[in-house]
């Protein structure tokens, strides 16, 4: 059983710049790819961005690609999010999530490991 806890959230203003931390407590956590997903109010839960655990190859979702930044650092079993540029509607809470396989790392279903998450709001 691998746990994923986050951290990093908070209050912010609209432009300010924030680091998500997402720490695993596995060993083999380099074998893992992981990904960030969020979840507004009344919304379903949708991708973020994602990075393999072969090759470090990152994807990211539309809305945040060039203002978020995935990255993961295997020898502190942590995966990063640095945000950029937020804005009003990136208010969500912020779950990072891990994957034993590496295809439709898009999809919330491919994950076999998610965190608790943690809140992010950006005011205007």
């Known amino acids: 059983q691998v746990q994923l806890v986050e951290s990093g959230g908070g209050l912010v203003q609209a432009g300010d710049s924030l680091r998500l931390s997402c720490a695993a407590s596995?060993?083999?956590?380099?074998?893992?790819?992981m990904g960030w997903f969020r979840q507004a109010p009344g919304k379903e839960r949708e991708f973020v961005a994602t990075i393999t655990s072969i090759g470090g190859i990152t994807v990211y979702a539309g809305s945040v690609k060039g203002r978020f930044t995935i990255s993961r650092d295997n020898a502190k079993n942590t995966v990063y999010l640095q945000m950029g540029g937020l804005k009003p509607e990136d208010t969500a809470v912020y779950y990072c999530?891990?994957?034993?396989?590496?295809?439709?790392?898009?999809?919330?279903?491919?994950?076999?490991?998610w965190g608790q998450g943690t809140q992010v709001t950006v005011s205007s």
């Open positions: 596995t060993r083999t956590f380099s074998n893992y790819n």
């Open positions: 999530a891990g994957s034993r396989t590496v295809r439709n790392l898009q999809l919330p279903t491919t994950y076999d490991y």
